[in-house]
């Protein structure tokens, strides 16, 4: 397989199926084109909406607060450093969906993967807090992926062995998580000392991990960047990271060729798993020091919206993440200086899930195509 | 509450109690739900719709002081949003299961920002049935408050049993989900059936909403549904396509989720967290035990999760119906 035709084949599967594959270079091209203007054309439109919305129920100039936006997300070093650590997660637990959608699969259990492997890094690190620091961070990593990757293998094997819906059981599984979660902190792992926020025990200053030097902004940018290329070099490069493909845009055509479709259903759930388990691992090791309820606050349900913004391609994932983080970040200057209550940028966030997902429809026939292509 | 005079009858009482009072949202999304997806579409934002619906209905009984006129309106959100869903899914090459993910984020969005200021002020509730004036047990009789709505969602689920089995309409609504081509052969508008399909199951669910801040637990918060909207689609899939069996599911859910206040108001505090987590495990339990990987479900609309390339024809990556990806044991 020649690598333009592989270029070609970088759509994501067939039920989030894109412009079809084309072999003259003026139709890659044009499909280059699309794939940049759509996204932008969705994203203007977005803007446009929520401005009107800001406008006509809150009454709130759109272009002061668009240009408030702009400063909380990136217009200093400060706001940079505070999108950045809100970026961090939502790359993380992006993965969660955009692994398994490689096969096919829509998952969205990413915040249970989350919360979940937050406790067991909290329970991990407060076992085993008297070793060395590295020893014990290696442990906490170790324990908050491997619950989240489990989580997640779990959804995926009742898909693959019983044909229950992964969608809806993932998300079924958040709650059962986000119960695990109130059960563990409240109960068994409980420090007494704790009493308005019920938590777990800390698990030491020593044993947090730290920023990345020179910033402020703590090592679980640098994981997730990290975990981005890798899956992008495992996809593009390896004989298993192909398969994976295949079964995604065909699974009559996997099965003919004798693909163990089920192991792949497994290992592509298990590390998107694993990867939001990261997260809740870094949100414990890195910024709170403890377990509690602050680990669900919709990191997990933002990353579904980045994967799905970025096409569930894991380097777009990392831009994509900055934007989201960007506009999180921002909801708090909205809500200081405009008085804007702070779900104003989760309506954002679904009015520009809602609109990049419509926008599906226009490739192909946004841009004048070619007679008989 | 004392539960002194009762003791332990407590908790299947008020079991009972919540499978009549907890399982009103579940009924009329299901059967909304049912509906849309007997047309071959699929709204997962439906948990979206519920809040949605839960906060204009209680915004508007706050404002004209009637609780009715807010039950409407959360009808009329629910059907614009059902409508939206609809439209943006008949575009081609739109799939639906992302568009529901995506309207739900949205609509649980709006609903935080247009519902701000509504979280303080107590709005009139909707009234009840007294059905246990028989008893003399205070128990029984809040046991046996009966929410108008309540009857109201029992009366859709066997009105729409009988619309889909026996009346024209119904049959134009289960020949746009059984085969397109089939619909289109004898001239049936299949986006237009979908449309109004989705649009009055969302407006169902939206009356579920208005249940949720007008009678049970009866004020608007943000954390007003857990999940609720989803649980009811998942149920549909469970009740096999079927208004009645949605009836059925929505009170064994409700009354799954009042095990956890019941033994709490009997003293038994040890594991309420757990227990909470019971009416997802039952679904999940119950998904696991119904599923099937080797056949498609019986009872599934045949075009249901169909994403439209073009003219409507099939494309497979349906969601229940689907060939299943294959397993180890069917590979050659």
Known sequence: MSPKDQVALESPPAALVTAPASSSARDNMRAILERIA?????????????????????????????????????????????????????????????????????????????????????????????????VVQLTMIVAGMLAGGLWIAFAGALRQYRGVNETISSLLLTYIAIALMNHFVEGPLRDPESLNKP??????????????????????????????????????????????????????????MGLNVGRYVLLACGAGGAAAGLAGTVEVAAVMGRANASLAVGYGYSGILVSFLARHNPLAIIPVAVLLGGISASGGLLQRRLDLPDAAVVVLQGIIFVVILASETLYGRLLPRRQGS | MDQSGIGLWGVPLAMLAGAIRVSTPFIFVSVGECLTERSGRINLGLEGTLVMGAMSAYGTALASGSPWLGVGVAALVGLLLGALHAGICQLPRVNDIATGIGLMLFATGLAFFLGKPFIQPKAPNLGAIDLGWWSSIPQVRQALQVNYLFVLGIALAFALAWALKTTRWGLIVRLAGESVDAALAIGTHVGRVRMIATAVG?????????FLSLYYPGSWNEGLSSGQGLMAVALVIFARWDPVRCLWASLLFGAAGAISPALQS???????????????????????????????????????????????????????????????????
């Open chain 1, 38 to 134: 759509v996204p932008a054309l969705a994203l203007l439109a977005s803007a446009v909406i929520f401005g009107l919305l800001l406008a006509i129920y809150a009454g709130v100039d759109p272009l002061e607060a668009f240009a408030l936006m702009y400063q909380g997300a990136f217009g200093t070093w400060f706001s940079w450093q505070n999108t950045l650590t809100r970026a961090a997660p939502l790359i993380l637990t992006a993965l969660c969906t955009a692994l398994p959608a490689r096969l096919g699969l829509v998952i969205i259990g990413n915040e249970g993967a989350l919360v979940l492997g937050g406790v067991a890094a909290a329970a991990a690190g407060v076992a085993v807090s008297a070793a060395s620091p590295l």
């Open chain 1, 199 to 256: 938590s777990t025990r800390a698990i030491g200053d020593i044993n947090m991990i730290g920023t990345i030097p020179g910033m402020d902004v703590h090592w679980g940018l640098a994981f997730g960047i990290v975990a981005c290329i890798a899956v992008f070099l495992f996809q593009r490069f390896t004989t298993w990271g192909f398969a994976m493909e295949v079964i995604g845009g065909n699974p009559k055509t996997a099965r003919m």
């Open chain 2, 202 to 210: 969302g407006s169902f669910a939206g009356i579920g909403g208005a």
């Open chain 2, 266 to 332: 009997v003293g038994v505090t040890e594991g309420y967290y757990l227990f909470s987590a019971a009416p997802y495990v039952l679904t999940l339990v119950l998904m696991i035990a119904t599923c099937s990987p080797e056949r498609s479900l019986r009872g599934a609309p045949g075009e249901l999760g169909a994403v439209r390339q073009k003219e409507m024809r099939q494309w497979p990556g349906s969601m229940s119906t689907r060939a299943p990806i294959p397993g180890p044991g069917t590979a050659t």
